[in-house]
């Protein structure tokens, strides 16, 4: 700068004549409009990929005298040479402009000291002036400095065996070329005139089209993973173009026809990775195969049998993930071992709920003498049936093996997806029987491909890809989506939810509570079910109109959603149908999750940079009651926490720590269960009778019997049964071989009280429960209520009463007492029928499951009263249906009652590190059993007393759980650091 400051003082003392001065001020214009010229050349280039020149070689002023470079009113005029500038291309595309003279004659040498002010390079900055100031040198111009993309943009042009073009031209079809975008010159290979393969990729390669394959290039060795159709194979490059199978994959231009189905199974390789982890147990999807631990109700959990080694071990938990077994539809490769058979089905997706494991196979797409098609469909184990489920045994209602549905396979079999055809179906959308009071309809069916899945409680929905959602299971809470308030409907055929013509691309479900969530294909989010304020949606119902969300920025929690919008803000579904903004995570997170402990609202979540962040809650060491650790374990917690979070990993420039998954678990768990089944007797509870039908004058106790139900005459009014069950007394008999027990209706309640002790003060129940409707019920309503407050009341009512708005005729089919119908016909609005009020009646003997929440007192008790009462005034059918009928002609009974104490004061956190194979699990808090003890290292082989209950275990040992006591928290599995969980190494999604 001092050198800069001194020539100036220099020139204008040496040039202060007025004629030195304006010949100073030419030379300083024509280098200013030689800097101007560069940068508008530079700036074309970049933009049309192409050298602005005539074909004299000279510059094309049209084509830079415009608004975008030089604009329309630049001055061309040299003072130097008193003409137009001159700017002349060389054989290379090089451009110079000749800024003092364009001929040695024009040279003069009493303008040397103008001559080496151009020279100068310290005023330019886009121009490169001539090496000195001889004649030949000043006669070259100066260089005009292309920037580096625009040399490689010249470069191209002067070899002149590659075309340029940009985003918005067509490429020439079957050539190479390149492709100038966002100042990047990409070469690609032209397939079609819409679509290009981009040549030079970083390994690893992942393409959706195996003969796009020849056309990449990168370095020797480095691997590629290609979609062939539906099925994924590995190559690595060899060099000089050439791409080398490892496996069964076929080399690039082979025709894909030659590939079986089986080959493509076989080869299957799935991008999901689910990971489910529930009450006292979990699953996961790895390699497209499903692994499941923990309880082993029904069977889900993968084991059939009894313990191999002690034989008398019942496998109630598994203790470590087992694979499940498969069905295997090839009659020549399902004679082979299950574990070691390479063509079983492998999954997409896959969840679980209590009583089932399910899994979605892939669609595979391909061409073989015509389009063919098949896969999408649901398998199941655990409680199913052989009415609905593909080789199931008639005598088998648990299976450990995923079985086909049969409502999602049917038509498939040709693995042609065919037009819709028309087929007879019963009226509930089940089998047509022989013999069977159903009546059949005719609809037009449709193949039916899936594509995810997602289960809560006795509910599943799946998704199909052509943006329909179906459910199964029960109606709780408004679970089936089918806009009908019964909950006691039970859907084994399959239903489409109530969409209103909405079209879904992913659908999700709440962990805790029956609630489902679903994105539209215009990025609208949509529930159902229940909420955990109390309220229910019997149907998809969008949160918001007015906010579109990001379909892979939604995460699941206990009770409520957790939404990333599109303007990248983070929202949370809340109270009924609330959606409010969630500030506390910032819109950079990668990943979130959000609990309410009831008091507040707790997160985590992974910022931009794999940072785990959030309250203070999950970041710092707790004791197994959520007080605060001692400084020991606290030390030891920081140090685990700080070294997960060390931002030690640099990718592409920029630096990252390793948290790319987290969630936060409720441990929903059953602390202790008390289960009524009535086979020893009923002693422990009462039969209390009331002189009036509100309960309130009670006259008598005592204890109820056990009585058997007897049979007698048929129904007398259009009857096609032959027997029926008709109550002649107070009952606890049988009925299909089950016992239970009921009152005379009205006047009578069932009651117990069911202690539990006061270190369960408060806790949270589940009371579940068979309740049987039996014969002719009207208007009357049943009670349940706990702890003397009402949970629950039902009307169940076969005839047809319009306002009767709780009409409950979906239970269990236990005796059909016959249907009465006008003609045989579903009629109900005939008023001049004489058996108008009969012209839609079913008599039918029902069982209702009943599941209701609630709470044990101050001193750990749950009083559980059963009871009916009869219409009030001002109720509908009150002068009709106001009396309580004899036993003889209505009753009720219970069976089956079971009281569950739950554990969901606690949570954990689980959280993936790492990306792709680097993948690692961590979690910490009150896991239970939700997490695999043998895949911790911190089981107690002194605490196991056999091999066997090393990998299973009964369920007398439930609560004693094989960790060090330092983990243990009565009987369940508690990690008080970030402990490594040992086989789950994948991108995990937590479901």
Known sequence: MKIFVLLFIFMNFAFSSNQNVALMNDIKSVIQKEEFISLSINKYI????????????????????????????????????????????????????????????????????????????????????????????????????YNSIQNEIVKVINRNTNKIFLPTQTCEVGNYYYELKNEKLIYKYCKTTTSSIEVYQESPIY????????????????????????????????????????????????????????DRILSYIPDAKDLVLRRDGGCMLANGDIFCWGNNSYKKAGIENYGQLDKTIKPDYVNTPVMLKVQIEDTEQNEMKWYN???????????????????????????????????????????????????????????????????????????TDDAPKLIKISEDGGPVEKDSLKEELTITRDEIYLTQIVMVEDTIAVLSDDGKIYTIGRNYNGALGVGDSDKFIIQSTPQEVKSNGVSFKKIFALRDIATFGAIDSNNYFYIWGERPNGTVYYEPTIVSNSLKFNPDGIFTNSKDFLLKGVDNNFYRTKNSIDLVSVPQIPNTAISASIYDSGITQLYVYANENMVLEGSSRYLSCKTTTGSNCNNTDNAIFETGLNELNAITNRFNGKDYANFANVSIYQLDTVKTEKFDDFENGVSTWELKTYSDTQFKNLKKTETPSILTATESSADTVNSRITERVNPTKIIAGQIRNSKYYGVQLGYQALEKTFSFGSQYANDEVELEFDFYEI?????????????????????????????????????????????????????????????????????????????????????????????????????????????????????????????????????????????????????????????????????????????????????????????????????NLFLKYPTYIGGFDYPFYFK
């Open 46 to 145: 970049l933009q049309n990929a192409k050298i602005p020149k005539k074909d004299d070689n000279t510059l094309d002023w049209d084509e830079l005298m415009t608004s975008d470079y030089l604009g329309t009113n630049f001055n061309r005029y040299n003072p130097m040479t008193k003409q137009n500038i001159s700017v002349i291309f060389d054989s290379n595309n090089s451009a110079f402009i000749k800024g003092v003279f364009e001929a040695e004659n024009q040279h003069k040498s009493e303008y040397n000291y103008l001559y080496n002010f151009y020279i100068n390079k310290i005023f330019r900055v886009n121009t490169i002036p001539p090496k000195n100031n001889t004649k030949t040198e000043l006669l070259k111009g100066s260089l005009v400095l």
């Open 207 to 262: 393409l959706d089209n195996l003969d796009d394959l020849k056309y990449i290039k990168v370095e020797i060795g480095e691997k590629a993973y290609v979609k062939d159709g539906i099925s994924w194979y590995e190559y690595y490059y060899e060099g000089n173009g050439s791409w080398i199978p490892l496996g069964t994959g076929r080399t690039t231009g082979q025709v894909n026809d030659e590939i079986s189905i089986e």
């Open 341 to 415: 058979n390479p063509y079983r089905v492998k999954f997409e997706k896959m969840a679980m709920n209590s009583t089932n494991v399910c899994g979605i196979s892939p669609i595979f797409n391909y061409f073989d003498n015509g389009q063919k098609k098949f896969g999408g469909d649901l398998y199941c184990n655990g409680q199913i049936t052989q009415l609905y489920y593909e080789n199931v045994p008639t005598s088998v209602s648990e299976t450990s093996i995923l079985g086909k549905n049969k409502f999602f396979g049917w038509g498939k079999s040709d693995k």
């Open 775 to 971: 014969d002719t019920w009207d208007m009357e309503r049943f009670q349940v209520l706990l702890n003397d407050q009402l949970i629950s009341e039902d009307g169940f009512i076969h005839d047809c009463h319009d306002q009767f708005t709780e009409t409950n005729d979906t239970g269990i089919y236990t005796l059909s007492l016959g249907k009465h119908y006008k003609d045989d016909k579903r009629v109900c609005n005939d008023q001049n029928s004489s058996l108008y009020n009969l012209a839609y009646s079913r008599f039918d003997d029902e069982k209702y499951i009943y599941k209701l929440k609630g709470k044990l007192d101050s001193s750990g008790n749950l009083k559980v009263v059963f009871r009916v009462r009869n219409l009030t005034s001002g109720e509908y059918g009150w002068t009709s249906y106001s009396y309580g009928q004899t036993i003889d002609d209505e009753s009720w009974a219970i069976d089956n009652v079971r009281v569950k104490v739950k554990e969901t004061s606690k949570t954990f956190v689980c959280a993936m590190t790492g990306i792709g194979s680097l993948s690692q699990m961590y979690c910490w808090g009150n896991v239970g059993r939700s997490i695999p003890i043998l895949s911790t290292s911190l089981y107690d082989v002194g605490k196991i007393s056999t091999i066997n209950k090393l990998f299973i275990s009964p369920k007398s040992d439930k609560t004693s759980q094989m960790a060090f006591d330092n983990f243990n928290d009565s009987g």
